[in-house]
Nanobody
Framework: RLVESGGGLVQAGGSLRLSCQASGLAFSNYAMAWFRQTPGKEREFVGGIAWTGTTDYAASVKGRFSVSRGNAENMVYLQMNGLKPEDTAVYYC????????????????WGQGTQVTVSS
């Protein structure tokens, strides 16, 4: 089970930190990813961290967003800085065995999502 938290309303240029609490899986062996979705669009990869600690980011957020994990706490985080109105979306945490991939259909564990709204 994955549970996200930390979403909310923020002004453009501001920051938010999303958290995802994992339970019921061998967390340190899982790649953890963040996706986001807006109405009428497909879920898109934002960033993630493999079981080795290697990270990957979408071009649209590289340099602004950062993913980290705490294996002892079964937590993964998405630090979002320099937020833009186009970052407004529902953000989802996802997990898969070891390898970090960018396609939503490759993930079989999902959280319920948390809304992030960036005002201009």
């Amino acid at each position: 089970r994955l549970v996200e938290s930390g979403g909310g309303l923020v002004q453009a240029g501001g920051s938010l930190r999303l958290s995802c609490q994992a339970s019921g899986l061998a967390f340190s062996n899982y790649a953890m990813a963040w996706f986001r979705q807006t109405p009428g669009k497909e879920r898109e990869f934002v960033g993630g961290i493999a079981w080795t600690g290697t990270t990957d980011y979408a071009a649209s957020v590289k340099g602004r967003f950062s993913v980290s994990r705490g294996n002892a706490e079964n937590m993964v985080y998405l630090q979002m800085n320099g937020l833009k109105p186009e970052d407004t979306a529902v953000y989802y945490c996802a997990a898969r065995w070891k390898i970090l991939l960018r396609t939503a259909s490759d993930y079989y564990n999902w959280g319920q999502g948390t809304q992030v709204t960036v005002s201009s």
